[in-house]
């Protein structure tokens, strides 16, 4: 007897997931887009998408991360429709056609309590690289300075690199963090640190009471409407990647993705939309 | 006498440190979790990137992947089992080989499962990012766990059993099926447990093989988010997901626990019913 009820509740789960095992048939109809790339990208993608399918039920749009280097390849490869780049194209993929979508940048976040008000690109790199280690010797309190830098592999550690020209192995971090969540929590509970966020994510906290400071770049205040005019110089841009012009349903969701449309999306991922 | 006592005490301060560890780990997901957590969170579709809505699609994925994975594995698993302990003998080099490519296997990283099944699932056989490939990865990865803990558990069968069983005139198979499995099942279930929570708590073979879509898939072959990557995600690259995310944390580990309060319970049924029923045939 118990093992005829067992024998029934197998058939049950069975039955259950053969929905789940077998495709469903009028999926012919339904037109399916794989976009892969940048996981600062990703999430925001995502929400477009489901807004897209909402207003395009015949269409599915699977976005999966991975980095903006591996979007590139799979578009090359052609294993995805649509690469997700948090970078500008390089020398070598100028074959690619790159869209913009919305722009991200990079300010300069020290603790609120923190007397000083700005520090020019040399004193920064001084900072970074520990010639610098002491609040006082820019006008702040005595107190030794906490550096706060990105993991190896995120692009905002590869842009704050570039843009000052520094090399990773040259600076002497204190402190190695992740994503943008963690940087200004450390600077917030740190008053002697200094460290370099998303502009947008960074400018919300502080307007959140976040104890944190956005400090100006080369004499530009760091804020979401100076990425937006472009006079930010810290600053790059969000791409969607194709591989040859975009034709039919991939146009149609590219111009979608950079239409007024999904402005509030955008920001609501603490990005900044491109101006129309 | 001195020595004892303090080995005593060492041994009790371990043991609290383990369960100590344990508790706080508990308790930070507790209290930054539960407030989260409502028949919403746990029915709804994720929202504004996981920071608003539920998780109700992501449940849904990481269960049929882990069911695949060990619908898929568990028969493997077993059966290699059965062929080293009972059918092999242990001193062949055919039995030794499968052993150490097995022990290779297990100490394999999961980043590395991870671009296999990209490679072989994903790409070669053409499956995509789907639940399919993901569930035929984690089973790759657990099977040496499933394998190891069960050979262990049927050597530990004491060699009597077999030796009466044959002086009896009992098949090998009747005296597997209803006298050394059942005595072998409480290890069995052990690495059955012990390969559900590897790969229920597995992101990085996932990542590239079931993939990051938080929709609620239609079929197997469909893209879905596991619990794990949503954890993940939640917590490294989504500003303001941390209390959605040590909710999802919670959920997993009460699924968990679930399980495993399950598997238990039906190991002991089944242990229980095999040897001391009337069914074996003489």
Redesign the interface.
Known sequence: MKQFSLFIILLLTLSISWGYFSENSDKSEVKKLVLTGSSTVAPLLAEIAKRFESLNPNVRIDVQTGGSSRGINDVRARVSDIGMASRSLRLSESELFSFNIALDGISIIVNNTNPVTSLDKQQIIDIYKGKIVNWQQLGGQDATIIVVNKAEGRSTLELFLHYFGLQNTELKPHVIIGDNQQGIKTVAGNPHAIGYVSVGSAEYEAGHQVAIKLLPLDGIIASVENVRNQTFPLSRPLNLITQQQPTGIIKDFIAYASSEQVADLIKSQYFVPVAH | MLKNKLATLLIYLVAVLITVTFICILADIIIHGFSQISWGYLTESP????RAGGIAPIIVSTA?IV?LAIIIAAPLGLATAILLTEFAQQKTIFAGFVERCLDVLASVPSIVFGLFGNAFFS?YLGL??S?LSGGLTLACMVLPILIRTAVEGLRATPDDYRFSAAALGITRTTALVHLLLPTAMPAIVAGLILGIGRAMAETAAL??TS?????M???????GRSLSIHIY?LS???????SKAHAAALVLIVMLLIINAISMGLAKHWQK?RIISNEIII
């Open positions: 929202s504004d990137a996981g049929l069911f790409l995509g990012f639940i990542i590239f993939g990051y879509v938080d929709r898939p239609d079929s197997v072959f469909d893209s995600d490294m690259n989504v500003a303001g997901g941390d019913n």
